[in-house]
């Protein structure tokens, strides 16, 4: 199908906006500017007040974990993760994961979101859930390597590799995910690494998200977890690292050295008292920094731009620099960093040839007034219900605010209806 966004405000590669007409021609960006004599659209979308970014990209979350929103708040992370986040999952059967998937799906595209990178068990239903949503993901089986399914969950993200790579019209893309250096041991990891190697496949791992996990990396190996990684030789297939909070300079060389991509997430970091990632530094190296929400059970929500706000915002602090991340900068790291960090090449950019995966927002109202400066504006007065259009592969998944690929009212009763299966409680909605 041929679209054509008339007379929008659009965020260009370079981070300027400009006045401009953008054309699609099935799943990618066919033009920007004026419109080609032979471009016939089948559907004209009126731009006139909006403003078009590339969709966000989601560069590390949980989707199904939406089950466990609000379940368990304001813990620390071990005692979070152990005595009440685990015991629940071990409950989880397929259709707890899939209806958590559809909900998370649900909310990302709700406010903007075009694409995640995901680690979860049963992704195979997440897998699902994104063929028919229409979204664009990155899929990773989560695995515990000192558990007793840890070898189970190797197979199976074999299995998803070639089931799912490539698939959902090359929407989806297969890594593997190593769940981190305190779950995974050297042995189990590096029969991950032969798996990986065989597959051409990158690897998605938690690396250095506290200060515990540090000592404890120290303490047990006598290196960092992420020169026990590179030690190991998960750093040679290629890796998006979530969180990266707490890094030494040697860290970051090694980083710089292996290419590693991170997936930034200040808003569950800051929740679980992790610490604020030295993003400031990876950028002055070069190094590639996505953004990610983490589960909804530790942000609470999936909200990207929220995330775009804090990267913004806590850096300035942290570093007691107002320039560290400024608003476009933040922008990028939601949308062509993150596409870089996940391993697409193909979009997070608006430009000819690129994929057509477009989040338009309302600019109209109070917070958009005046409007000395739209990126600006996105980024610290704009919040993510002004999102207003949702395009992925030229497909349109949200329409004035309305989903066209998912029954947003029966996604809602079936996610409910789970929950209390899973954890016993009463809802109160």
Request: proline letters at 4%; aromatic letters at 6%; hydrophobic letters at 40%.
């Amino acid at each position: 199908m041929n679209t054509l966004i008339k007379n929008v405000l659009a965020v260009l590669p370079n981070g300027s906006t400009k006045k401009t007409n953008i054309t699609i021609k099935d799943d990618k960006i066919f033009s920007i500017g004026i419109v080609p004599e032979q471009f016939n659209a089948d559907k004209t979308i009126d731009g006139q007040g909006k403003l078009a970014i590339p969709g966000f990209v989601n560069a590390h979350t949980h989707v199904s974990m939406t089950m466990l929103r609000s379940y368990a708040d304001d813990m620390k992370l071990m005692d979070w993760l152990e005595n009440k986040i685990w015991p629940v999952e071990a409950k989880m059967k397929k259709d707890d994961i899939y209806w958590g998937a559809m909900l998370g799906i649900a909310e990302m595209i709700k406010t903007g979101t075009t694409t995640f990178a995901d680690m979860y068990g049963d992704m195979d239903k997440v897998a699902e859930a994104v063929e028919e949503t229409g979204i664009r993901a990155v899929l990773s089986r989560g695995m515990i390597g000192a558990a007793p399914n840890g070898m189970a969950a190797l197979q199976e993200n074999c299995t998803l590799f070639e089931e799912y790579n490539n698939g959902a019209d090359g929407r989806i893309t297969v890594m593997f995910g190593p769940h981190a250096p305190y779950t995974c041991p050297p042995d189990f990891l590096k029969k991950v690494i032969e798996k990986a190697q065989k597959y051409d496949a990158q690897i998605h791992i938690h690396l250095a998200e506290t200060e515990d996990e540090v000592k404890e990396c120290q303490t047990k190996y006598g290196k960092t977890p992420i020169a026990l990684m590179e030690d190991v030789g998960i750093l040679d297939c290629g890796v998006l690292a979530a969180h990266c909070v707490h890094l030494s300079d040697a860290d970051i060389a090694i980083m710089k050295k292996y290419n590693v991509r991170v997936a930034h997430n200040p808003g569950s970091n800051l929740k679980l008292a992790s610490g604020i990632a030295p993003v400031k530094k990876l950028l002055e190296e070069n190094i590639c920094v996505g953004l990610g929400t983490d589960g909804a059970s530790s942000n609470n929500n999936l909200d990207m731009l929220e995330e775009v706000n804090l990267a913004a915002l806590i850096h300035k602090a942290a570093t007691l620099d107002p320039l560290a991340i400024p608003a476009a900068e933040a922008l990028k790291m939601g949308t062509y960093y993150g596409a870089k960090a996940v391993g697409l090449a193909d979009t997070g950019k608006i430009e000819p040839g690129m994929k057509a995966d477009i989040t338009l927002f309302s600019m109209q109202g109070t917070q958009w007034t005046p409007c000395y400066d739209a990126v600006s504006l996105l980024v610290y007065s704009a919040n993510a219900s002004m999102v207003d259009t949702v395009i992925v592969d030229g497909k349109i998944l949200l329409d004035k605010g309305r989903l066209t690929t998912i029954d947003e009212e029966k996604v809602i009763y079936e996610a409910n209806k789970c929950a209390e299966k899973l954890t016993g409680k009463t809802l109160k909605n």
